[in-house]
């Protein structure tokens, strides 16, 4: 009996197999929801700033993120040659574009087993953001100013509802887990950002005394050799804090989502958790990011066979395949552009209409893709928080901060519990 019950008790230990519920949990309506919303409104705010149409275009489409991810030194004489023309696009269209592009080559890569390429990718894509923040600031400002509260308040709901989960098994609802987020925005917002002003503060210091060292009669030169020490542990701190709230910034938004933790305390531990169990972190993530590229291609294959079997019975109906008025008013599917695209153009307003109709129910199915990937993501980070929480401070996995503010009595409770204080009739007594 002991021989059987070993094999049993040493799969119990093993933590990295309960990552395979993120699925499950990422999937639930409520984090879909809010993932989605977060979405749009983030979208629409783009959208809205894109009348600008700031990014620099050539008559052949290439655009300057094009020309700085191949020659960066060659992206100022490009604007000056086409900046007078009218085919100017949005930053936020050519950001998204170009990052749709890249994510998708990334989990090809991931798939074929080419790390390679998967770093690439990602080096790619915050290489883009690099030349958006040096040639669009202010847009980049005003978008960041918009973008981070409204992930802050979906990122913490999210984490919040996959805690409860995993935790206690419980199926949360929408309003409990937003009030959770909006009364702790302030930590929310502040934890990743207090590492990043730590870094610009130290990083000034370290400027200042560069500065100063041109100060001339070599006065300056003796300050900066003087000072020299101070400068170097500055730079031990920007590394390690850049290093650690790099790699810990998962980990921040379920801190505050299973612990109710403040802004320092969630710092503390996500730091904490990276430098002191680093391997064990870096296997757990690796195990999520696998499985979440399975889960992802099958959300979207489940949602390119919708659209495919539907587009397919409409063509049916309109005149088999050699009808043309399906093909204007909506392009086939494919599972790499579920979107589609044509080249036929419409010729009647009815039919532009028809195809805007069309082209927004097909954004929502997008959409809805894309927000499963934002669940997953908030929700893989808050189980391998718990996962980690338990290795090094030996908390159990059911042990989650509970608020009493939170909770929200859904309608069927109501019954039940209406049904419950309601005292049962007494039986009569038979007649003898």
């Known amino acids: 009996m002991n021989g059987e019950e070993q094999p049993s008790q040493f799969f119990e230990k093993l933590l990295f197999p309960k990552i395979f519920q993120t699925f499950r949990i990422a999937i639930h309506p409520p984090s879909w929801i809010i993932a989605f ?30 020309i700085y991810m191949t020659n960066p030194d060659y992206v100022g004489t490009f604007i000056e040659n086409y900046e007078e023309t009218d085919q100017n696009k949005g930053v936020f269209s050519t950001l998204l ?57 979906a990122g913490g709901s999210i984490c919040r509802i996959a805690a409860l989960q995993f935790a206690q098994g419980e199926k949360p609802g929408l309003l409990g887990p937003l009030r959770f987020s909006t009364k702790r925005f302030l930590s ?39 000072f020299m020490l101070l400068a170097l542990i500055a730079g031990i701190l920007i590394t390690g804090l850049l290093i650690g709230a790099a790699a810990g910034f998962n980990l921040m938004f379920p801190a505050i989502a299973y612990d109710g933790s403040d802004c320092l ?55 088999g395949k050699n009808a043309d008025t399906l093909t204007v008013l909506w392009p086939e599917p494919s599972f790499v552009s579920l979107l589609g695209s044509s080249d036929l153009a419409v010729t009647h307003w009815t039919q532009s209409v028809a195809a805007f109709l069309i082209w927004l129910l097909l954004l929502v199915i997008v959409g809805l893709v894309i927000s499963f990937v934002v ?20 908390v159990a996995l059911e042990d989650i901060y509970s608020d009493l503010d939170e909770t929200v009595i859904e309608p069927t409770d109501v019954e039940s519990e209406s049904k419950k204080s309601k005292p049962e009739p007494k039986s009569k007594k038979k007649k003898e």
């Open 375 to 394: 669940s997953f993501y908030f929700s893989a980070n808050t189980i391998i928080y718990s996962l980690l929480r338990n290795k090094m401070d030996n």
């Open 265 to 319: 305390d969630a710092i503390s531990r996500s730091l904490s958790y990276v430098y002191n169990r680093p391997w064990r972190m870096g296997f757990y993530t690796a195990v999520a990011a696998v499985y979440g590229a399975i889960c992802y291609t099958f959300v979207r294959f489940f949602a390119f066979i919708l659209l495919l079997v539907t587009y397919r019975f409409l063509q049916f109906g309109n005149g």
């Open 37 to 66: 919303s977060a979405l749009a409104v983030i979208c629409l705010a783009g959208w809205i700033l894109d009348f600008s149409n700031t990014v620099v275009t050539s008559p052949d489409e290439t655009t300057e993120l094009q």
């Open 97 to 153: 574009n170009f990052g749709a592009a890249r994510f998708k080559d990334a989990v090809s890569s991931l798939f074929a087993s080419n790390l390679t390429g998967v770093a690439r990718n990602i080096a790619d894509y915050f290489k883009a953001v690099e030349w958006a923040l040096r040639y669009h600031f202010f847009y980049c400002i005003i978008f960041l100013l918009i973008e981070i509260p409204v992930l802050c308040i």
């Open 188 to 226: 929310l917002i502040s934890a990743p950002l207090f590492p990043l002003g730590i870094i610009i503060v130290a990083g000034l210091c370290i400027s200042l005394l560069g500065l100063i060292g041109r100060i001339p009669w070599g006065i300056g030169e003796l300050i900066m050799g003087v």
